[in-house]
């Protein structure tokens, strides 16, 4: 199977927010935006307990929403700023429909949709 027909996707992300790009055609044709992902966050809460149990429930909520923006992944490169990222990663392998999927990340500033692009163009080509 060559590279061209891999499900190959890119995530840059931040703890807050998310772009995802893939191919056009899913396994084929020039990388696109797919789509963007926002984590609100936990909203103020006087007991540490249940804040922090409501921010492990929305980091989880906003990792579901990520993944069902890549269906049948073969192929991600995650990247961004902060840990996140190995969050993610591990997220994938820990699901058994994205277990397979071969990741790897890399760390790196905001971007702009078409640099996003541009990056998983040169990492996947």
């Given at each position: 199977?060559?590279?061209?027909?891999?499900?190959?996707?890119?995530?840059?992300m931040?703890?807050?927010?998310?772009?995802?790009?893939g191919?056009?055609?899913?396994?084929?044709?020039?990388?696109?935006?797919?789509?963007?992902?926002?984590?609100?966050?936990?909203?103020?809460?006087?007991?540490?307990?249940?804040?922090?149990?409501?921010?492990?429930?929305?980091?989880?909520?906003?990792?579901?929403?990520?993944?069902?923006?890549?269906?049948?992944?073969?192929?991600?490169?995650?990247?961004?700023?902060?840990?996140?990222?190995?969050?993610?990663?591990?997220f994938?392998?820990?699901?058994?429909?994205?277990?397979?999927?071969?990741?790897?990340?890399?760390?790196?500033?905001?971007?702009?949709?078409?640099?996003?692009?541009?990056?998983?163009?040169?990492?996947?080509?």
């Amino acid at each position: 199977m060559s590279g061209k027909n891999k499900k190959q996707f890119g995530v840059w992300m931040d703890s807050h927010h998310a772009t995802i790009a893939g191919r056009e055609n899913v396994d084929e044709g020039d990388f696109v935006v797919l789509g963007h992902v926002k984590n609100a966050g936990p909203s103020s809460n006087s007991n540490e307990h249940a804040s922090n149990n409501q921010e492990i429930a929305l980091t989880q909520k906003f990792f579901k929403e990520i993944a069902a923006n890549m269906p049948n992944i073969d192929e991600v490169h995650v990247t961004g700023t902060g840990q996140i990222q190995e969050q993610f990663i591990k997220f994938l392998a820990d699901t058994p429909q994205y277990k397979n999927a071969v990741s790897s990340e890399s760390t790196s500033n905001k971007m702009e949709d078409e640099q996003l692009i541009a990056f998983m163009e040169a990492h996947f080509n």
